[in-house]
C-alpha cells in the first residue's frame, strides 16, 4: 500500500503580481503554478478616483493581494491535479518594506469611508521613494548620535524602509497618521489574513524595521526626529516576533473558502521574497551570493562573521536561516530599466522586426546586442534610473548613458544598460569582500534568468561562477519550503532545502578575455559613480528643481 503524498502551496507577491505553487513536500517537484496580475498594478501617476500623485510614489491596493489568494491558489490547486485535502501548509513571501496602514483589526486604511482619495491612506509599495527627505534626517541625526544599530546598515538607512516612511506619514498627513493603528509590513498582513493573528517575521523587523538585539531605534531618537514621534515604534511597529520557518497560525474558515485549502492547516511566518529564495537555490551557507534578479535586485547571503559593509541593506541574526547572520544588499532598478527602455526610447521600427520575427522588443535587443564585442557601442551607463539602493543607498541619484553619438543605436544603449546593473552588482561583491565577508559563488533567480547574454555579462563582469536557480518560481518554491517546516514536514528550512531546493551550479563561466575588456570599462563606470555619487549633487539638484515644476503645474502657478 503507497503511502500518500503531502503537499504545500508557496505564493510569492511580486511588485506586479502573485504566483502560487503547488509543491511535493517529499522533493520539491513543482506540480502547478498560476499566476494573478493585480488588477490596480503600480499607482505612480493616480489613485483609482483620479487622484494626481506627486513624484517618487508608489502605492498599491491591498484587495489586489486578496485576489491572489481567491484566485491564483484554487488556479494551481487545480492544475496539480492534486485533492487540496492533501496540502498540509501554506507560506508566502512579499517585496520588503511595503507598508499597509491600518486599523487594529487589519483593515487597510483606503477601505474605510472617505479615504478613497487619500493618498497616504493606501499600501506604500518597496519602491515608494518620496521619504528621501525624512531618510536623509534620520541618517544624519543617527550618525551625530551614534546610534550603535546605525553600522548594522552600512551606516545608512533607505527611505524605501519603514523608518522613514513612518515619519513621511507622520509629517505629511498627521491625521492619517493618528488614524492608522498598525503599521504593518504586507508580508505580515497577508499572514494576518490567512490566520487572523498579526505575527510581525524576524527578517522585515530586522532589515527594515532596524531591530536589532532585540530593540528597535530609542523613543528618545524618535523624538529628536520629531516632537510627538516617539511613539512610533510602541504604538504603530511593535509586535511579538516570529522566527522565519515556525508556524504563524492556522488557516482560518474565510481563508479556506478563498484558497479551497483545508482549514487548519499550517500557516508559515511571512518572509520576504529575496530572502526565502535562498533555501530554493540550495545556497544557505557562507559565501553563496544569491541574486534575486526581476524589476529590482536583491543580494543576500548567509555567513558565519558579523562585520559591517558600508552601504548594505543590513545583517540580521538568523535574517535567512537560523544560525547565520544574513546579510542583504540590493539595486532598486533592474528589469524596471531594460523595461523604461524598450516602451519610451525605441523606435517604431524596431518593434515592427520584432514581430515581424516573432520576438518580443526584449528579445530582438538582446540578440542584436550579443553580436557586438564588449566595448563596441563605446557607452558606459549608471543604474540609477530608481536610485541607488547599495551602496550609496540614495533615491536622489539617477541614470545616465555617457558616450552617446549620432551613431548610437537602440541596441547599444540597451546593451549598455545591461553592463551598467552587472558593474552595480560588482560594486556589491567587492564592498563585501574589501569588509571580510568573502563571495565565493554568484546564484541568479528570478525571471531575468532566462537572459542568457546578461548572465553571460554578469559572470563576465564579476568573474565569479554564476549558478542559476532550477526553478522559474524561486520564491514561492522558496515559501513551499517554509510551509514544509512550519507543517513539521521537516526540522529546519536548511535540511528541507537539501530536499525541496534545486539548482545549476556554474552555469556560466567567467570568459578572461571579455572580463578583461570589463575591467576597464569597470573603472570607467566607478570613476562616473563616484563623481556623481559622493561629490557632484547635480542629480539631486535636477530632481529638486522638478519637483518645482510639478508642484507649480498642480497649483496652475505656471505655464
Not at 491612506?121 to 531618510?135: N, R, S
Not at 509586535?239 to 488557516?251: E, F, H, T
Not at 474565510?254 to 520576504?272: C, F, K, S, Y
Not at 523606435?347 to 518580443?360: I, L, V
Amino acid at each position: 500500500m503507497s503511502v500518500p503524498q503531502q503537499y504545500v502551496v508557496g505564493v510569492d507577491f511580486g511588485t506586479l503580481s502573485g504566483r502560487a505553487v503547488v509543491v511535493r513536500v517529499a522533493d520539491g517537484a513543482e506540480l502547478g503554478t498560476a499566476t494573478h496580475a493585480y488588477p490596480h498594478g503600480v499607482l505612480e501617476r493616480s489613485l483609482p478616483d483620479g487622484t494626481e500623485l506627486a513624484p517618487d510614489w508608489a502605492l498599491q491596493v491591498p484587495e489586489d493581494y486578496r485576489e491572489v489568494l481567491r484566485t491564483a491558489v484554487p488556479a494551481a490547486v487545480t492544475a496539480a491535479g492534486i485533492d487540496p485535502a492533501d496540502v498540509i501548509g501554506i507560506a508566502t513571501d512579499f517585496t520588503a518594506c511595503t507598508m499597509v496602514p491600518t486599523l487594529a483589526d487589519g483593515t487597510p486604511l483606503n477601505e474605510l469611508e472617505g479615504h478613497a482619495g487619500n493618498p497616504h491612506a493606501y499600501v506604500k509599495l518597496w519602491k515608494h521613494h518620496a521619504a528621501q527627505p525624512q531618510a536623509d534626517r534620520i541618517n544624519r541625526l543617527a550618525a551625530d548620535r551614534r546610534e550603535p544599530w546605525l553600522p548594522r546598515y552600512g551606516g545608512l538607512i533607505s527611505s524605501e524602509w519603514e523608518l522613514a516612511k513612518g515619519l513621511e506619514l507622520y509629517e505629511a498627513d498627521r491625521a492619517t497618521y493618528d488614524r492608522m493603528e498598525r503599521f504593518v509590513e504586507a508580508a505580515d498582513w497577508i499572514v494576518w489574513q490567512l490566520t487572523g493573528r498579526y505575527v510581525r517575521n524576524a527578517c522585515t523587523a530586522g532589515y527594515k524595521g532596524q531591530l536589532q538585539e532585540g530593540a528597535y531605534p530609542s523613543t528618545e531618537f524618535l523624538e529628536e526626529l520629531a516632537p510627538g514621534f516617539g511613539g512610533f515604534v510602541p504604538d504603530k511597529l511593535d509586535q511579538p516576533i516570529g522566527q522565519l520557518g515556525d508556524r504563524a497560525g492556522s488557516l482560518t474558515a474565510e481563508a479556506a473558502a478563498w484558497t479551497g485549502l483545508p482549514e487548519g492547516i499550517a500557516v508559515a511566518v511571512g518572509n520576504v521574497d529575496a530572502h526565502v529564495t535562498a533555501p530554493a537555490a540550495q545556497a544557505v551557507g557562507p559565501g553563496q551570493m544569491v541574486a534575486i534578479m526581476g524589476t529590482s535586485t536583491c543580494h543576500i547571503m548567509s555567513s558565519d562573521v558579523l562585520r559591517e559593509v558600508p552601504g548594505m541593506c543590513g545583517v540580521v541574526d538568523g535574517g535567512i536561516v537560523a544560525g547565520a547572520w544574513g546579510y542583504e544588499a540590493g539595486q532598486s532598478g533592474v528589469g524596471d530599466i531594460f523595461g523604461w527602455f524598450t516602451e519610451t526610447s525605441v523606435p517604431a521600427s524596431y518593434a515592427e522586426q520584432a514581430a515581424a520575427a516573432g520576438q518580443t522588443l526584449h528579445e530582438l535587443l538582446t540578440e542584436l546586442a550579443a553580436r557586438q564585442e564588449v566595448g563596441e557601442h563605446g557607452l558606459v551607463a549608471l543604474d540609477w534610473h530608481s536610485g541607488n539602493r547599495s551602496v550609496l543607498v540614495d533615491h536622489e541619484l539617477t541614470g545616465l548613458v555617457l558616450g552617446q553619438t549620432l551613431a548610437t543605436r537602440p541596441e547599444d544603449v540597451y546593451r549598455a544598460l545591461l553592463e551598467a546593473t552587472a558593474f552595480g552588482t560588482r560594486v556589491i561583491v567587492e564592498t563585501f569582500r574589501d569588509s571580510g565577508v568573502p563571495v565565493e559563488e554568484f546564484i541568479v533567480a528570478g525571471g531575468l534568468a532566462k537572459n542568457r547574454l546578461l548572465m553571460q555579462i554578469y559572470a563576465d563582469v564579476t568573474g565569479l561562477p554564476l549558478s542559476v536557480i532550477g526553478s522559474e518560481q524561486g520564491p514561492a518554491l522558496g515559501a513551499a519550503i517554509h510551509a514544509a517546516v512550519a507543517a513539521g514536514a521537516y526540522p529546519d528550512v536548511a535540511t528541507a532545502a537539501k530536499s525541496m531546493g534545486r539548482v545549476e551550479r556554474a552555469a556560466y563561466l567567467p570568459d578572461d578575455a571579455r572580463a578583461e575588456v570589463y575591467d576597464a570599462l569597470f573603472e570607467e563606470y566607478l570613476a562616473l559613480h563616484d563623481h556623481f555619487g559622493r561629490r557632484d549633487r547635480a542629480m539631486r539638484r535636477l530632481k529638486a528643481i522638478r519637483r518645482a515644476a510639478v508642484e507649480r503645474r498642480r497649483a496652475g502657478g505656471a505655464s
